[in-house]
């Protein structure tokens, strides 16, 4: 009982409204079976919360409900986390584990499409018996050419879309853009909000925006291509300047039917950070214990080394547990990363210390 | 009022890593005395994750030391040793302590590691016409023979001579453009470090020379397997040491320089013309063909 009050008063909390909606959401929180961002249950609970999306105002004073984020304390707790210690057979399971979520990623304005095969081939067979990767990212007009690389290996195509990097583009060009991409085969989409939009206060234009894209992300029922792309929702953390902005970007995205968020493009001064990450991965929390929905959490940039990938699968694991710790749920954007992580299993597995050399130059 | 009033300001010893001062990653120090027994200071007992640190230091600076100009390497050496000499006296007071030594002993080998430092400068930009050659070839060709560094090199310095020994293993590796981690003598480990806060204030590029202290036996296996390390130093390693790390070495094809009877010899053994025999066994021999036109 003492559980469920808790629950109501913090959809009341959140939702910045009185009793009558928090009685109408505790019949949903009470019974918050899990189900993923993609499928259409998700899509009906979040039609259920369409009042807090239904204007302007009622999605501004949404966010602007949202609890403030106490910023020393998540500094603190992340750099706990951080201090863990794993050693050994856990080592070794986190370094798979993380090879798993690896999106190997390349978006430069140099990528050639040999570039991309030779990234498909890496993603696939890392080496020495390694698991493969989550996903290959490239750039839109470089899809067709990563599709053909990893056909049939299970591993994922992944695209950034919508004017990516700056989403300084008209909406018609972005849904041009990822239509594209979803047409060309790609199976995940990773789109940049409007920051802009979003920190002059037009919360609406960058929900419908949202909205939008993941309706680009659709295909035909039957395509061969398989179901509908999954929506990868990048805020750029390191432009929303406030942890406050980060944690409603993060409802605002899961709210619109986001299937992952992500933190930053790669392309900026200040990328993933562990506490920005912990934020997110403590919005998905709530959200899903809101609403049952699972949302995946995507840090990029700037995580180059195993020490770092492993200090992020604690984060996971201590705020959202096992149920996110796989590449479903869970990814590292990354083009480095991955040379780490196989020269420290190569140190795991002989007990020397690896070098550049031994791993591919890519 | 007596001199006692004043309180003694005591050196704490760091590392030398990657251009940077850091304590051991594992936090222990050991107690360094003099020849007779007395505390000296405590230096840090580094681990193999510290070797670890120091090749990464040493990797990343590989690229610009040994692409810098002959000219420039010789340059930033001489400079070296102006800052060796500005601080003659506690080197001199440092290799007194440390070998067992009288002062004007002490200053004599001090002097001639600074000698030596320079002797080594001047050959930046001379030993390309030493140990290459246009060779003569049956074509219309030319055919250049050109040295180049190996690449990183592991040093474990001379344990009994810990100054100028020191000097006469990592000058000759990195005047040719390799980067060293050097492991100083575990014995007498004081003017290896303070050599780093010379080194830290002479324009050589941080990570060129890593500087631990702590037991040859536990940071020479590691450094010996170590699969981004091109070549190793034996000069300060003991007998079965030796045997072992070379061993260990052949598993990536490093090329091993092997302890001479006299390298760790009391005395004055160093002294002596060392001849350019370890600054060639460090470099690799890069031969190119080109056309020669008409």
């Known amino acids: ?362 | 009022m007596s001199t006692v009033d004043r309180l003694s300001v005591l050196k704490t010893y760091k590392l030398f890593v990657g251009g940077k001062f850091p304590r051991s990653e594992s936090r222990r120090v050991y107690e360094v005395t003099d020849a007779k027994g007395a505390w000296l200071a405590n230096a840090p007992l580094s681990s193999r994750k510290d070797v670890r640190d120091a090749v990464v230091g040493a990797r990343k600076a590989f690229g610009p030391w040994s692409g810098a100009t002959a000219y420039n390497r010789g340059q930033i050496l001489y400079r070296v040793a102006e800052m060796l000499e500005g601080r003659r006296e506690q080197f001199a007071a440092e290799v007194a302590a440390a070998d067992g030594v009288s002062a004007k002993k002490a200053a004599a080998r001090v002097d001639a590691a600074i000698d030596r430092w320079v002797w080594y400068a001047g050959w930046s930009d001379k030993v390309a016409q030493v140990a290459g050659a246009a060779n003569p070839v049956a074509g219309p060709y030319f055919n250049l023979s050109t040295p180049e560094p190996t690449g990183v090199v592991a040093v474990l310095a001379p344990t009994d001579s810990a100054f100028l020994g020191l000097v006469s293993v990592i000058a000759p590796a990195i005047v040719t453009g390799n980067t060293v981690v050097v492991v100083a003598s575990e014995r007498a480990p004081l003017p290896a470090l303070s050599l780093g806060e010379v080194l830290a204030t002479s324009d050589l590029p941080g990570g060129v020379v890593n500087i631990l202290s702590g037991r040859a036996a536990e940071l020479g296996p590691p450094l010996a397997a170590h699969q981004d390390v091109n070549a190793i130093d034996l000069a300060g390693a003991p007998g079965e040491l030796a045997v072992e790390l070379e061993r260990a070495a052949a598993d990536n094809l490093k090329r091993v320089l092997r302890p001479q009877p006299g390298d760790t010899a009391k005395g004055d053994h160093w002294l002596a013309d060392p001849g350019t025999e370890r600054m060639l066994s460090l470099l690799e021999t890069k031969t190119v063909w080109h056309p020669m036109g008409v």
């Open chain 1, 1 to 362: 009982m003492r559980t469920l009050r808790y629950r109501i008063e913090k959809v009341r909390r959140f939702t910045g409204v009185t009793g009558c909606y928090a009685r109408r959401y505790a019949r949903l929180v009470t019974m918050p079976t899990t189900v993923p961002a993609y499928g259409d249950e998700a899509a009906r609970r979040l039609a259920s919360l369409a009042d807090v999306t239904a204007s302007d105002g009622a999605l501004r004073r949404f966010l602007h409900g949202l609890p403030g984020v106490d910023a020393v304390g998540l500094d603190a707790r992340a750099a706990t986390l951080g201090t863990r210690s794993i050693k050994t057979s856990a080592k070794a399971y986190a370094i798979d584990l993380a090879i798993s979520m690896v999106d190997l990623t390349t978006l430069e304005g140099a990528d050639t499409p040999g570039k991309v095969r030779a990234l498909g081939a890496k993603g696939m067979r890392p080496g020495d018996g390694a698991p493969p990767v989550a996903a290959i990212c490239v750039y839109p007009d470089m899809v067709a050419t990563a599709r053909q690389a990893v056909a049939g290996s299970g591993v994922k195509v992944a695209s950034v879309a919508t004017a990516f990097p700056a989403g300084r583009a008209a909406l018609p060009v972005k849904l041009a853009d990822t239509r594209d991409a979803v047409a060309a085969g790609a199976d995940e989409i990773d789109m940049v909000i409007d920051r802009g939009a979003f920190l002059s206060g037009r919360y609406m234009e960058v929900f419908e925006e949202i909205r939008a894209v993941k309706q680009a992300c659709a295909r035909p029922v039957g395509s061969e291509a398989g179901n509908a792309a999954h929506l990868k929702v990048i805020f750029e953390t390191g432009e929303l300047q406030t942890y406050d902005n980060v944690r409603r970007a993060s409802w605002l995205a899961m709210l619109a039917g986001a299937d992952f968020i992500k933190t930053s493009t790669g392309k900026v001064a200040v990328n993933a950070t562990p506490p920005v990450t912990l934020l997110m991965l403590e919005a998905v929390r709530d959200f899903h214990a809101t609403t049952g929905v699972q949302v995946g959490v995507k840090p990029a940039g700037g995580i180059r080394t195993t020490k770092d990938a492993v200090k992020y699968l604690v984060l996971v694991n201590e705020t959202l547990g096992e149920r996110w710790l796989s590449a479903d749920w869970f990814r590292f954007g990354a083009s480095s990363l991955l040379n780490d992580l196989l020269m420290q299993r190569q140190k795991l597995s002989t007990g020397r210390y690896s070098g550049p050399d031994y791993v591919t130059v890519d």
